[in-house]
């Protein structure tokens, strides 16, 4: 799916700030952690991204062309693993200065497209910001390469390798085997995590501005990383609510008050989460052009099916074969609409989400419980009643036993638990 860049206003080219509010409606729109809201509010403004770049730009490797050129067989054909707006992505080794003579390890390295629609512009931002932000739901930045050669401007940036590719090519692909409902859970949740990080535990607010399942990238254990910050932007600063600029960012994903007004906020970027938590609930795409007019729209399409009707589980990836459990996908799809919500003041923060989904995935998990429970509970009774004469099935039925036992006490504990959460819950 392409990114669009929308022009409303030539007079709106470079980033503008609105106008300021008063200190109370400040405070009242901010909901991250203290720190955050006080530099926010504070006299003393927080450092921008360049700043906080020229702190910590000596951690990044700036590698020579003829480097790159050597880890991917001068961009083999064969080792390229990707392509987008920026240009083309290549799987390499290298070894890192600190390693010594170690072995060399796999990186991504990609590679600007001199005629693409991104340009120098977006591969400077990726090498601030990622340079300045650390987190496990981010992906890290090695190193960049900036020269010039014969062929022209050459702009490369080299990250750690994520052999499992991406969230949309695990959903999408019927190439890779369909998730599990516990795995797609704990993918979102760490992407939520990375956004959360983002928007409210650095000292400057980062707005991610293109949050889509392709720019969500598995690790070796399927550990969610989010990439591609080409089109990030520093939040508002202190007295104003929003940035105004041109609108750029990908179909089907951005926010229709961030396109219609070109007014960019964190809430943009939950707009963006919330269509991702449809797409894994139904294994579809937010738009396919492919499909009958009236499911080519995935948030128009699930609307004939609502959360609290018979008809819900339509919706659902027919690839889960029914292993999930309804209670918990209906809270997902509860969440998404929250996050969907028209007025963006009202849509949740992603420190909220975060601790939604991990309700949720403890009320899936609990259930999970229960529906062991009740399949052994639904075998021959008899069985359990009779003292087996053969050592094998003695053996056996001193695990069921065992087994029953554990749960009961699982589900004792965890119902308490569960009441507590529902009584703390404070996001619908």
Avoid at 336 to 358: G, H, I, Y
Wanted: aromatic share 8%.
């Amino acid at each position: 799916m392409k990114c669009f860049h929308y022009f409303r206003d030539k007079s709106k080219g470079r980033e503008q700030r609105s106008a300021p509010e008063l200190t109370e409606q400040r405070k009242s729109y901010y909901s991250g952690p203290d720190r955050v809201a006080k530099s926010l509010c504070s006299s003393t403004p927080p450092r921008s991204i360049p700043k906080l770049y020229e702190e910590k730009s000596h951690y990044l490797r700036n590698f020579s062309l003829s480097e790159l050129r050597h880890a991917t067989n001068d961009f083999h054909r064969l080792l390229k693993i990707g392509e987008g707006g920026f240009g083309s992505v290549y799987k390499g080794s290298i070894k890192l200065a600190d390693h010594g003579d170690g072995e060399p390890i796999p990186v991504a390295i990609k590679r600007l497209n001199k005629n693409g629609s991104q340009g120098h512009k977006q591969w400077e931002a990726e090498v601030q910001f990622l340079g300045v932000v650390e987190h496990p739901n981010l992906v890290k930045l090695i190193g960049y390469c900036a020269a010039d050669d014969e062929r022209g401007i050459q702009r490369l940036l080299v990250y750690e390798y994520m052999p499992n590719k991406s969230l949309e090519e695990h959903l999408f692909n019927r190439a890779y085997e369909s998730l599990p409902w516990r795995t797609r859970l704990h993918i979102v949740l760490g992407a939520a995590q990375g956004l959360a990080y983002l928007h409210e535990e650095l000292e400057v607010q980062v707005i991610y501005r293109d949050f889509k399942s392709s720019n969500v990238l598995l690790d070796q254990n399927l550990k969610p990383k989010l990439s591609d910050f080409g089109l990030a932007r520093e939040g508002p600063v202190a007295g104003h609510t929003h940035v105004s600029t041109a609108v750029v960012g990908t179909y089907g994903y951005a926010a229709p008050d961030y396109i219609e007004t070109g007014h960019l906020t964190t809430k943009s970027d939950v707009w963006s989460f919330g269509v991702v938590l449809y797409e894994i609930l139904t294994g579809r795409r937010s738009l396919e052009s492919n499909r009958p007019r009236i499911e080519q729209k995935l948030l128009e399409w699930v609307k004939q099916f609502p959360l609290d009707s018979k008809k819900f589980s339509s919706i659902m990836d027919p690839r889960l074969e029914g292993q999930y459990p309804t209670s918990a996908a209906r809270k997902i799809a509860k969440l998404a609409d929250n996050c969907l919500l028209k007025s963006a003041k009202e849509r949740p923060t992603m420190s909220q989400v975060v601790e939604r989904l991990k309700q949720i995935i403890q009320i899936s998990e609990d259930e999970n419980h229960s529906e062991q429970i009740d399949e052994i509970c639904e075998k021959d009774p008899s069985d359990s009643d009779k003292t087996p004469n053969q050592p094998e099935h003695s053996e056996l039925w001193k695990m069921r036993m065992a087994h029953l036992a554990k749960l009961g006490e699982h589900v004792q504990s965890t119902s308490k638990r569960r009441f507590m959460i529902m009584q703390r819950a404070k996001v619908p």
